[in-house]
């Protein structure tokens, strides 16, 4: 095995798009952060009050404009260390497309229709390269979150920041399970990637069926016909969904937010622990099913 995951990472440290890809994200992160972090630092005016107007009215005129410059503060915030780790994390959370794409063409690339490829060759046990390759993308996603950790700790050095004075207060387990959420993203969307890379072994069919079944999920669980059959709960089993909700969990749990606004729960929510235990079930299906079709396939000369 350990044999496999070398001959991998050869072939990843190779594929030059596959950086791009994956720096592409890490590029575009610090981006937003950079813009949105100097866009919340720009000093808020507000137009001068009427002395001819009545005290209550002054007042009243102030008062808003106080609380309109702690809210500002308190965007701010999001872009003070420890925070700012959260922040670049959320803001960098759709590493999930860059797994789904390594994943699309790392998969398609190899495996053509009737042809057997070195990797068979040098490995005939097909669960053994399959496990090489899930394994592989798992650390690729990992390494993602890893970057992404180091540019919120490096980045309100390159762009200070003064918020609030008060921000949100942030722990190591905040910290470690908002990086969970945004990894099992990319897990899941690499392992839905993988299967349908092996099903059609083409990298653009793999992305565009993954992207359609993401849109095609969406659509069907904001239906209506869930409330009118009391069945509401039941879209809180998709994939996509449950991904969602996971995120949601963690920010309840932990008083993170978003960068601009917290993400509430809305109608009826799965328990954080059953919920977890779902997308569980969602990301060993995906496996089990691209074992099933690789094993299965016909991949010889």
Known sequence: MTSLLVAEWLRFRRRYDLWIVLGGVVLLTAFAYI??????????????????????IRAMIEAQNAQIALEMARLRDRYVFPLSIVTTLELGSWLFLATAFVAASWIATEFDWRTIRNVLLFEPNRDRVLAARLVALATVASGGIVVLLGLGALLPFAVPVTGSGEPLPVTAVGVAATAGVTWLWAVAFGALATVAALVTRSPLLAVVLSAGYTVLEQLVANLDVWKRLGLDLVPQFFLVS???????????????????APLTAEGPHLDPILGLGVLGLWIAGLVLLARTVFVRADIHE
């Open 35 to 56: 813009s949105s972090a100097t866009s919340a630092a720009q000093p808020v005016v507000f137009a001068p009050i009427d002395p001819t107007a009545p005290p209550e």
């Open 242 to 260: 449950r991904l969602n909700a996971l995120r949601v969990d963690v920010q309840q749990a932990f008083p993170l937010g978003q960068p601009y």
